[in-house]
């Protein structure tokens, strides 16, 4: 037995250098055969009862606890993973019954939403996505898993990469947008800083992509709703951040609640099996969400438990969220032949390569001296308010009444989010503490000169119908030089099972905000939502509001850092607002039709009750100063279907201040022969410049930039013209633009 667990060890250690050290190829290939033959040797000594152990999941206690059944179930090796249980000291006990007292002594792996933070909270991710700065994704990840693994957290359930384009959908908060190229981006960059370069590591955890797929497309933007999209959309738009963070390698992906064009993501074959395992060459395994194995028999694709487990199982699902069917139903399947051995013992292999992977098998046990020092260190704290302050997106300074002074005389700070801690963070908040939060209020005292009066009036609940407060914070407004309006959403307001049918800002806030406007002074609007939102009337009438979303941990300090100018903002939009929910789903890259929207054209494609623009476009963002693109070049006019071609352009800070501008590039290929969108963004690059300073900006395209999926679902470049747009958003009036043909 010693020499078997000495083998493990090796073995283990082997698996990490595979993905730690640049080895030569065959080497790294005869370190995989090894490993491998450790697992079928585990298989062979294995009861079908310890394998369908090891394709289950239960849940702990919220406040992280493991529940009395898992300590016999870890004894008699049937317990693979736990969801919520944390904290070193607890998963190192429940981990010993596991690796001291079952026969095969085969570690747990211990499963957390460590979404956007694990005790230091950062942005939600969509706010985080407004960085447009993939290195500020990965920072965040990495102190993420860094704090989470110190607390015996081996997994976390993110990133979430699904597209989405409506914002009544609740759990656009979660992802990174509507495009599938920042989405992308943002994949790949969440990966590398959950897991680095190998996920065993001290400071690192596995990650999951999720949810597998197309989950943010469900109709009316209702959560769990059914999805239905051609293949070719799929392959286009939905597809790209998970292939992106498959091709980073994620350890695991997650399947979804949603049915995907009849068949439920959690029993489908074609996505489960066909593309992510075929196609794309995934040796990871799949997690099922919260139950939905279960939840095939209210799809009403399984008739009963058995066909559920067998369904999951046989499409590519290895293991079970929550629900027992596998555990349950599996040795009868076997019996009849539903399930096969190849099967069950292919899905215990991938959960077993993991464990390996993670270095479970020589490391099971959490450092319990880590934890107290390095949750909530200094470091994270500040990497938390820097990263929530780049996140900010400028909507609108009409009266350049930003940044304020920090020595004015008198501030308002009104509004139901100005002194509020728990909404701040955000929805799925780990393990964060509302003690840690620092409110708007809070951070505005910090900021500015002692001899500043700072009034602050609620004026109003997130939700609610009472007026009741709104008189105090008019009195409070008319007694101060500016007004800073804390509005939006709740926190619960937005993430699962949380869609809205009205996108306007909840409650009376907009009373309340027309209140303050009527005492006339200069009132700056500070948004704190998990969504865009319905503004137009604060859009019109505002003259500067700041998109600040739920920014974490940090939030007013990060916040306080904008509104006063130690930060120059200089994040973009990474989802389209609209000016009426009667316009969702909105996104910027969609068809042309064959009636595109004209004014004067009543026959065209628009509505007849409101602009068919967005309030706020794709990309869209504002800064302190100025900036000027000039000088578009191409390197070439014309380029093979697999050449290369280099953009680029001349960026310019005219305005009075350092900044940053996000340059983005976009394609359109003019005529195809399958329809495509009006441009697609194809590159971006986030640059600070000083007053006066220039710097010309390269970009690169290629094949895999300009081909699309053509009617045979084909990968291609077909010959013909593109267009190459560069400009500081989708929708940038003075955007510049050039021209190359592909030709064979």
């Known amino acids: 037995m010693n020499s078997i667990r000495s083998v493990r060890i090796l073995l283990a250690i082997i698996a990490g250098l595979i993905v730690s050290v640049a080895l030569p190829s065959h080497i790294r290939s005869q370190q995989r055969k090894d490993v491998e033959k450790e697992i079928n040797a585990l298989l062979a000594r294995m009861t079908l009862e310890e394998k369908l152990g090891q394709l289950q999941q239960l849940d702990g206690e919220a406040n992280g606890n493991f529940r009395p059944e898992h300590r016999e179930l870890a004894r008699k090796g049937l317990l693979g993973s736990t969801l919520n ?205 919260y139950t939905s194995v279960q939840e095939l028999i209210q799809h ?84 938390a308010r820097e990263i929530a302050a780049r996140s900010i997106v400028l909507l609108k300074d009409e009266r350049e009444t930003l940044p304020l002074k920090k020595n004015v005389k008198s501030i308002a700070v009104i509004g139901p989010l100005a002194d509020d801690r728990q909404d701040v963070l955000g929805s799925w908040t780990g393990d964060g503490n509302v003690a840690d939060a620092v409110t708007l209020l809070a951070g505005i005292k910090a900021k500015v000169s002692p001899e500043t009066k700072i009034s602050y009036a609620k004026g109003c609940d997130i939700n609610g119908d009472s007026t009741v407060g709104i008189d105090e914070a008019v009195r409070a407004a008319r007694e101060s030089d500016v007004v800073i309006a804390a509005l939006g959403e709740s926190a619960a307001m937005s993430g699962e099972a949380s869609s809205r049918s009205s996108l306007d800002l909840p409650g009376r806030q907009l009373d309340l905000l027309k209140a303050l406007h009527a005492t006339g002074k200069p009132v700056v609007v500070v948004l704190m939502n998990g969504r865009p939102l319905t503004i137009n009337w604060t859009a019109e009438k505002s003259p500067s509001i700041l998109e600040t979303w739920f920014a974490g941990t940090q939030a007013g300090n990060a916040i306080a850092d904008v509104l006063f100018g130690d930060v120059n903002p200089g994040g973009k939009l990474p989802v389209t607002f609209p000016r009426n929910v009667g316009q969702e789903p909105l996104y910027y890259n969609h068809m042309n039709t064959g009636r595109p929207p004209d004014a004067n054209n009543k026959y065209t494609s628009k509505y007849l009750d409101v602009p068919w623009m967005p309030l706020f476009p794709f990309g869209y963002g504002l800064s302190y100063t100025q900036f000027r693109l000039s000088n578009l070049q191409v390197s070439a006019q014309r380029i093979s279907p697999d050449g290369r071609l280099t953009v680029s352009v001349e960026l310019e800070n005219v305005g009075p201040r350092t900044g940053d501008e996000v340059v983005q590039l976009y394609i359109r290929d003019v005529a195809a022969s399958v329809t495509r969108p009006v441009k697609e963004l194809k590159g971006f690059q986030r640059v600070t410049l000083r007053a006066g300073e220039k710097r010309r900006l390269e970009f690169t395209l290629t094949a895999e930039h300009l081909g699309f999926y053509n009617r045979d679902l084909r990968f291609v470049v077909e010959p013909g013209e593109f267009k190459v747009m560069v400009g500081n958003s989708s929708a940038d009036p003075h955007e510049l633009e050039a021209s190359f043909q592909v030709q064979k």
């Open 85 to 289: 249980v944390r904290g070193a000291v607890r998963t190192n006990e429940l981990q010993r019954i596991a690796v001291k007292q079952s026969r095969l002594k085969i570690p747990m792996l211990f499963g957390f939403d460590v979404i956007h933070g694990y005790r230091t909270i950062f942005p939600v991710a969509l706010g985080e996505a407004s960085s447009w700065d993939p290195a500020v994704a990965e920072r965040s990840a990495s102190v993420a898993a860094a704090e989470a693994r110190s607390a015996g957290v081996h997994w976390t359930f993110a990133p979430m990469v699904d597209i989405a384009r409506d914002a009544r959908w609740g759990r656009i908060v979660e992802g990174s947008g509507e495009d599938p190229y920042l989405g992308s981006m943002m994949a790949r960059a969440r990966v590398r800083g959950f897991q680095g370069r190998d996920y065993s590591a001290p400071d690192k955890v596995l990650a999951c992509a999720k949810h597998w797929v197309a989950y943010g497309a469900a109709e009316a933007g209702r959560d769990y709703n059914t999805t239905d999209m051609s293949e070719g959309t799929l392959r286009q738009v939905y597809f790209p951040p998970f292939r992106a963070a498959v091709d980073e390698g994620v350890g695991t992906l997650m399947s979804a609640f949603n049915d995907l064009n009849g068949v439920p993501s959690s029993a489908n074959p074609f996505t489960l099996t066909k593309v992510l395992r075929g196609e794309w060459k995934f040796d990871g395994f799949v997690v099922s969400d």
């Open 300 to 383: 009403g694709l399984a008739a009963n438990e058995q066909d559920a487990a067998q369904l999951a199982l046989n499409a590519g699902v290895d293991m079970e969220m929550v629900s027992r069917l596998y555990s349950k139903h599996g040795a009868e399947l076997l019996r009849t032949g539903q399930l096969s051995q190849a099967t069950i013992d292919e899905a215990v292999r991938r959960v077993l390569r993991i464990k390996f992977r993670l270095g479970l098998f020589e490391h099971p046990y959490a450092d319990e001296s880590r934890e107290r020092s390095v949750i909530l260190s200094p470091a994270n704290v500040a990497a």
